[in-house]
């Protein structure tokens, strides 16, 4: 399984984050949730987004999508502000037909919400980072 490095917003120290696991990463240093970000892909999708055991934020991407490169450092903020409460999962549509073919995505960025397993909120097309904020809250009260 892939391991990220992620480095603590709290100490600065770095951690590796494992892409699946039950639970959230924590500092193993001053013990704060850290942002979760990772990336996926058609064989391990299931096991990194759909049985994580907390809300998934999932961004179906592509590296020649401009909106895509405009959306990402949004998508890299809102995790770190919700360390321990959401986990952002990266998903190259280029490297992965199946889940693109399964999810219908026909536009990149398209993004989804799974709480669950299931997908709560959906959404297609780079958007500003108020709308985008608004968009994560109220997907995560449904």
């Known amino acids: 399984m892939n391991k990220a490095i992620i480095k603590c917003p709290h100490c600065g120290k770095s951690n590796r984050v494992p892409a699946a696991a039950d639970g959230r990463p924590r500092c193993g240093n001053c013990h704060h949730d850290l942002p979760w970000v990772v990336e996926a892909g058609d064989d391990d999708f299931s096991a990194i987004a759909e049985r994580a055991g907390v809300p998934v ?84 009260t449904k």
């Open 57 to 140: 934020l999932v961004d179906f991407w592509a590296v020649w999508c401009g909106p895509c490169r405009m959306v990402s450092p949004v998508l890299d903020q809102l995790a770190h502000e919700r360390a321990g409460q959401i986990k952002l999962v990266k998903v190259d549509v280029d490297h992965s037909p199946q889940l693109s073919a399964r999810f219908a995505i026909q536009a990149v960025p398209t993004l989804m919400v799974i709480v669950d397993g299931k997908i709560v909120a959906r959404q297609a097309g780079a958007a500003p980072a108020p709308v985008l904020r608004s968009w994560l809250e109220e997907a995560l």
